[in-house]
């Protein structure tokens, strides 16, 4: 397996639209939701806002990267790293959120990816880190505990029992 992190620019916009016309035809809700937010089509716009370099109105800043196959040349997927947690980040939703579009799941990209989100998770010295998820999401939850996550609890939110999980960065 051949990936790399990149941030999202106009070389890539090819790449993004292929990667989101194909999420948004399956008819299935899109994570990490950063990259759902706003309209890829309006491509500048969907670009600038991308990522959130300071604390807004108690959102916190956040990096989304996606996740490039060098060989194919394709977006298999997409993982945003938020800076810090606040509460109700520590209750739902954790520092890393990801998604791999639909035709690339089962491959082990979600694994590796999250791997190298860590990497850039050490970087801003993020030593532990959490991640979410619910819990009948049995391919996300081994991603994550393939990158040392360990189970804390498990919680209802909005009707959906999801999980939380540790994993020591340091």
């Known amino acids: 397996m051949n990936i790399k992190l990149v941030k999202l620019t106009s070389e890539y916009k090819n790449q993004l639209f292929e990667m989101m016309n194909e999420w ?90 999250i791997g190298l989100a860590l990497k850039e998770a050490k970087r801003l010295g993020i030593d532990r880190v959490l991640m979410c998820c619910e819990k009948q999401n049995i391919a996300s939850a081994k991603s994550i505990i393939n990158n040392g996550g360990v189970l804390e609890n498990e919680y209802e939110y909005n009707g959906v029992i999801k999980q939380r999980y540790w ?4």
Do not use: W
């Open 24 to 113: 948004t035809s399956a008819n299935e809700k899109i994570f990490p939701t950063s990259i759902a937010i706003n309209d890829y089509r309006s491509f500048d716009y969907y670009m600038k806002n991308l990522c959130r370099k300071k604390e807004i109105n108690g959102i916190v800043p956040e990096t989304t990267y996606f996740c490039l196959d060098l060989d194919r040349n394709i977006f298999v997927g997409a993982v945003t790293l938020r800076h810090y947690l606040t509460e109700k980040l520590a209750q739902n939703g954790g520092h890393i959120g990801d998604g791999i579009r639909p035709s690339e799941r089962g491959k082990g990209y979600a694994t590796a990816m």
């Open 167 to 170: 994993i020591d960065n340091s």
